[in-house]
């Protein structure tokens, strides 16, 4: 619209109300913008460190999952400015359908569960990434400095903790004669590991054992070691 020097009044005040709602709409875009960015930095931090040490939901997933959040958010509180809808409902669904994708995460393998820091990180992530889509970036960013303090630091001291106390479920395979257990029984008994759980099946002419200890690392190790040096023990994992 081209206005000359005489243009009405209203004219004008149209135009300048046009100026100001693209302004408006132009500042909001921008915002979002940069909600988008610190997520895709923060999800990315955090990915990159699950990423290092080859755990299933990696930088993609994790970086994923925080810039979905935010956008998620993001629409939330667009859509509850419109009378007669809550801006909370969208939220509310982040947090109950970031739960599944967690549980997807977590595996049992005997009597060892995986997966669960995993989940953990998943679940955190998602709220990191509402946290940017509703405004808080100062306090998401101190959140995701806290997860990967969590992540890195607390590694090292859970290996410390592994040096005295570790607890391992051992599948041995012994031959079916009474030599073999007796001498299964000898070497437990020498172990000074504490015994927490045994199971034994007879199965095909041998016999299997599920035997779970406690103890400390220097302890479980040498246990190992005569178990795959007996020549009555056909298979050992654990």
């Known amino acids: 619209m081209l206005l000359g020097p005489g243009a009405p009044l209203h004219e004008l005040l149209l135009l300048g109300c046009d100026f100001v709602l693209l302004k408006t709409m132009l500042t909001t875009e921008a915002d979002d913008l940069l909600k988008l960015a610190l997520a895709l930095v923060l999800g990315g931090l ?44 969208i939220a509310a669904q982040i947090v109950s359908g970031i739960g599944f994708l967690g549980a997807g995460a977590i595996i049992r393998r005997g009597e060892a569960i995986l ?13 990191i990434g509402m946290g940017v889509g509703a405004g808080y970036y100062v306090t998401s960013s101190v959140g995701t400095a806290l997860a990967l303090a969590i992540l890195i630091l607390f590694r090292k001291f859970e290996n410390l903790v592994d040096r005295f106390h570790t607890t391992r479920t051992y599948h041995v395979i012994l031959s079916a004669e009474d030599e073999a257990v007796r001498e299964l029984s000898l070497t437990l008994d020498s172990c000074e590991l504490k015994l927490l759980g045994s199971k034994q099946v007879k199965s095909d002419n041998r016999y299997l054992y599920e035997i779970t200890l ?19 023990v056909k298979e050992v994992r654990y």
Do not use: Q
């Not at 997966?115 to 709220?127: K, P, R």
């Not at 190790?221 to 005569?226: E, H, I, R, S, W």
């Open 214 to 232: 406690s103890g400390s690392k220097a302890k479980h190790n040498p246990l190992l070691d005569k178990l795959l040096k007996s020549p009555t």
């Open 115 to 127: 997966g669960l820091t995993t989940a953990a990180t998943i679940w955190f992530v998602a709220s």
């Open 46 to 89: 955090i990915g990159w460190e699950r990423e290092l040490y080859d755990k299933p939901a990696g930088f993609r997933t994790n970086t994923l999952i925080c810039v979905g959040s935010t956008l998620f958010t993001i629409f939330s509180l667009k859509i509850g400015t419109i009378p007669g809808t809550d801006s909370s409902r």
